[in-house]
């Protein structure tokens, strides 16, 4: 895009979700170039957050779903709003067509424990829009009431490449949907992946797509559909081999590098599989 003189920030639209992008601003009189940045793009969810601190807040969010899959327990101390999305250890997996999901949920309040109401939902179709047909719990809550809720998940829930989200809003007054800003409560945000609990066989035998995330990174590059730890190696887009390693919980360390572009070799069993990612 051309930016006229005088300008400081331009709108990036129709980016492509959960890519890693990178963008570099070029002075047209002077052929000066800026150093090139990088970001990561996701689902853009509408909004919504407490504008009082530490009043009322989740002190713990836990989603234990039915098939054997892993449990997710989320401690936290008091915000208005934390996207926990970018968060690996409180990602939620959910089979599709799964039935008695249960999340449970842990209000805190800085004063004596009142009545305040929790509603959820789940983008199961990953369109970035809460639906009133995707709210998953509805009720008010004090210090007694039961606080774990039974939730099932539609066959039609979407499997896509980075997921989706859950939304769990606390707030004193009953909010009118999953895009409100309130005066006492907190908003948090989480990372959802489908999987198919219910495969065949012959595709059980299939090896997983692997692939990576964050991308770009930082630190610690993450790696999903690994059966077991694995070798890899990393190279610079110029072909000079920069690191090498064995994965540790799905992850390679890569705060050694420098900020750029890299590719990452992973021979997993008899299979290679090469991938490329951005240094930040």
Not at 86 to 91: L, V
Not at 148 to 165: E, H, L, R
Not at 250 to 259: F, Q, T, W
Request: aromatic fraction near 8%; charge should be negative.
């Amino acid at each position: 895009m051309n930016i006229p003189a005088g300008t400081t920030s331009a709108d990036l639209n129709d980016l492509t979700p959960c890519m890693g992008q990178m963008v570099q601003v070029i002075d047209n009189a002077s052929g000066d170039t800026s150093f090139p940045l990088t970001f990561y793009t996701h689902l853009n969810y509408c909004r919504s957050t407490s504008m009082n601190l530490g009043t009322l807040y989740l002190s713990n969010v836990s989603i234990i779903p039915s098939g054997g899959l892993p449990t997710m327990v989320s401690a936290s101390s008091a915000s208005n709003h934390t996207d926990f999305r970018m968060n690996p250890p409180t990602h939620i997996e959910l089979g599709i067509g799964s039935l008695n999901n249960v999340l449970s949920v842990t209000p805190t309040w800085a004063g004596l424990p009142g009545t305040s109401y929790v509603k959820a939902w789940i983008d199961f179709n990953a369109n970035a829009i809460f639906e009133a047909s995707e709210m998953i719990v509805s009720t008010m809550v004090d210090s007694t009431n039961p606080k774990a809720f039974i939730f099932n998940v539609p066959s039609f829930a979407s499997i896509t490449q980075c997921g989706t989200a859950m939304r769990v809003i606390i707030s004193e007054t009953e909010p009118a949907g999953p895009c409100e800003i309130f005066t006492y409560g907190e908003v948090e945000d989480y990372k959802v992946t489908f999987v198919n609990t219910n495969l065949g066989v012959d595709e059980t035998s299939k090896p997983k797509e692997i692939s990576i995330y964050p991308n770009p990174a930082s630190e610690i590059l993450y790696i999903s559909g690994l059966s077991s730890e694995t070798d890899y190696e990393i190279f610079s887009v110029s072909g000079q081999k920069t690191g090498a390693g064995r994965t540790s919980e799905n992850s390679a360390d890569i705060r050694h590098l420098a900020k750029g572009i890299y590719f990452i070799q992973l021979k997993n069993k008899e299979n290679i599989t090469r991938l490329k990612f951005i240094k930040k």
